[in-house]
């Protein structure tokens, strides 16, 4: 039996997709996650437990369970765990993308500036310590984007279009930078922000498998919302893309480009662009595929290699249809996935946004959602009693809407017309108030 290390934050909805992936391919999954090592399993999902932040300890944690357990190929889910699969990779002598290269795509600052010496198109950019005095970095050219260097998901990621909003940014920034979550990473990647020149245009996703060094785009993903600011909230995702075909190639040579600056080499990336009429602006290109319950809008088909391979008088069988996960999971155990291609339906999920802060209670209209003509699934994520944060502070979502159909315009309609069909409950949110006693 091949088996695989999964690396995840979590054990999640992702990781549970990629077990049942592993279930039907019959891969052995090992999952190692950041967790506690003196509790004995408390997930009952057999995870190694690592730490993210003890980098060498982590890997060494994981040669040792290969010695017991041959480790045939390396995943990670999120941006985290990416380190670590990387670092881990060497170790066991795995092909995936280097530790240097995973540095980079993790880091906006240093993904800037290879992009730059690559003589691909970046917008100006400058970076500053979080501490210091955003007024330091005057006269600056408005509008521009303020983001912090390790965050992604467009979290912590503000337009400024003057001097009162950039320090307003920055202070809001500093107090993001404080949350929980953020200040247990123990990274001091986050010390720092980039600010940038805006970059007007339509954007784009490109997700993608790299092989020895070569790109292969497996989806391109439209936009069709605009990210004009004052944060940048995603909502849409839709492919294939409507754009025409020279657009398309050209994003997908920009990210190549990109993913050969930075260094990226073997295993799934997620790349994020904007095109306007000077040309492809690549913004990032991470070492990981796209995140969360998003995957369930890719699907792949095994074609025939030709007309002739079905025996005459036979009907030819429904071609196999997989997962992403199973795609991904096929091509980390060394297979082929070259004659796996996405489906022929246009596809796209709705990232429900956060409207407002508050406390989740409920929400109402699910039946007719999902009764929308060409919606396939609906999943809300978010918990009854949860704490909801809007961006650019959120890290999370309402949950997620899912449509097929012949025309991507239709899944756009559908997803569009699901969402309207929802009202959530969202109750204010109780502050505690201190008395302080002399």
Known sequence: MRRVLLLATTTGYQTRAFGEAAERLGVDLVFATDRCNVLEDPWQDAALPIRFHHERASVETIARAALSRRIDGVLAVG????IIAAAASEALGLPWHSSRAVTIARNKWLTRERLKEAGLLVPWFR???LAADPR?????????????VGLSGSRGVMRVDDEPGLVAAFNRLRALMKAPDIRNERNDIHDRAVVEGFIEGREFALEGLMTAGRLRTLALFDKPDPLNGPFFEET???TPSSQSQSIRLAIADEVARAAEAIGLHHGPIHAECRVNHRGVFVLEVAARPIGGLCARALRFIARRAGRNAQPAGETAAPPQSMSFEELLLRHAIGQSVAAYAREPLASGVMMIPIP???VFRDVSGLDAARAVKAVVDLRITAKPEQALLPLPEASSYLGFIFARADEPGTVVNALRTAHDCLRFDIAPEVRMLQSVHG
């Open 127 to 129: 970076s500053i310590d």
């Open 356 to 358: 407002r802060r508050g």
């Open 236 to 238: 849409i995702y839709v």
């Open 136 to 148: 330091d970095l005057l006269p600056l050219e408005f509008p521009c984007v303020v983001k912090p």
């Open 79 to 82: 941006d985290r765990p990416t």
